[in-house]
């Protein structure tokens, strides 16, 4: 069966090695592929790139990125890669989960109303926890995903 | 499939370069595959304990050459970030010390390593409290680790190293400190996680009993990988083990040599390997006949100080009774190992523990965790003759601020002469503790 192709975003480089210590550890690399993107410019390099075929973003919300040239860093920066994957048609296919240290109402709501497939919060997330979520992604089980059908 | 772990020609030294440089990795090759229970042998000094460091990603820095890959990966060219993330997720260790955190609860200890992910508090606590019911000490949440029996404390340990859901379980000696009930109970458990979960687990022990769920075994010996056995079932082990790799790690042996240094492990645990060495030294005298039963016994009972091995004579006694037995030829030597292997001695640590509950059985008064732990030390050191009838009463009389008891002088003197009356020996008193 082809390989699960996933693309996680976040600034944060122990949330990046946690992650893929993850699919290494527990032996799930034949499952799965994993690209890493450390910002918004990378993460748009690997999304636009058709060979890469990503089927499943995890995206971290709030990381530094540039509006009208000047640098930020708030929750825009996910929402933006979130509402312009939604809104292409080549790329609405792919299923965002949000993967974030914030948990409040209001961001899981504009997460919601932007796409969002789901919305995990990573303090709530212990490996056990993933581990689930990508067994779920693997069998191809859809009802994992908590806002989509 | 590829082993879940595979060390290339590890060789790791302590203090390079220095006069006190030692070679404590020669060399090791070796595979564990996903799902194995395997375990390390060997005696002090093996270097059992290094590998299992060198495998947890502790001594990256001191592999000089060699490849310690975990799933492929090598962990030896891990970066600092890289290694903190695996210690936290990759492995889980138990110690034979436990190595709790004193000042804080059972509950907090066990959710410490969630912490470390930035798990939320009631996340937490919740995950922490699944792990204490799955160890059956729940009820014992919010209590300091010092208020837990030492086979409790152990729980605590496990439900710790399971917190982070790792796949590779290592246990540093996990018995060493327990006595025969809860090292069974823990080897049970130690299955469940292999079988249930499917977890590898890796031990690391000196006691050859403790084995017996081993399906590989390293055997170790300086440094060396001697020997790797897959023995199929429970009873090629005790076979096994019991004289034969004695003699594969010491060929120039005689068998009375062998008899001695297996039989002294299991009658001695939770001793310093001094004293086991000595203990060893006179089993070897009495086994060869050259000295006698009495001569023995009195040897067992005096003071690690004035040359003998300091265990008191309750214990010197049992000891005696069981080396006669095979003198006398009304046990053999195996029938001793399997007794042995299926009530191993209690160690010294119990042992204290279950006389300080008895004498304080009647006692009034209160006694905090301070306390408990302070007695404790002076009934060790007075079980191994370190310290005379009349020095316990006086640290009992001691005030707390001087490191004592504070107990009145009425109570102390009580208290060190029903200590004594366990000491001679009197099997009434002996059994009432189960010693």
Partial sequence: ?149 | MEPIIKLEGINLYYDQGKPTEVWALRNVSLEINKGEYCAFFGPSGCGKTTVLYVLSGMESERVTSGKVLVNGRDIAQFSKRELAVFRQIGVGIVFQQFNLIPSISVLDNVSLPMAFLGISLERRRTEGMKLLERLNIAPYANRLPAELSGGQQQRVGIARALANNPPIIICDEPLGNLDSENANKVLEFMKELNVKDGRTIIMVTHEAWSLRDARKIFYMKDGVLLRVEEPKEQGDIAQAVSKLMYNQLNPNMEPGQVMAKSLSNLLLRGYSSDEVKRFEFFLLQRLTDHIDGDVFQEVLDRSYRRGGVGLWKGKAAKISFIIEGIMEQRHTVEQVYAMLEKNPESPLVEEAQKIRRWLLGEYRGKIDEQQQLRLDEIITERLRNIITAHNVAQVLNLSKKNFGIGLSMRASSQMSEKLESILAGSDAVTKAIKL
């Fill in chain 1, 1 to 149: 069966m082809d390989k699960i192709n996933i693309l996680l975003v976040d600034d944060n480089e122990v949330i990046r090695i946690f992650f893929k210590d993850i699919f290494w550890l527990h032996g799930l690399e034949g499952q799965f592929h994993l690209e890493v993107a450390p910002g918004v410019d990378e993460a748009w390099a690997i999304l636009r790139d058709s060979t890469k075929n990503i089927n499943v973003v995890f995206l971290d919300l709030v990381m530094p990125f540039k509006k009208d040239g000047k640098e930020m860093t708030t929750s825009e920066a996910g929402m933006s890669i979130l509402r312009t994957i939604k809104a292409d048609p080549n790329l609405k296919h792919i299923k965002v989960i949000v993967f974030s240290g914030y948990t409040d109402k209001k961001d899981i709501e504009e997460a919601k109303k932007n796409g969002a497939d789901m919305y995990l919060a990573k303090e709530e997330h212990l490996p056990q926890d993933l581990i689930k979520i990508f067994d779920s992604l693997a069998k191809q089980d859809s009802s994992v995903y908590q806002y989509s059908k």
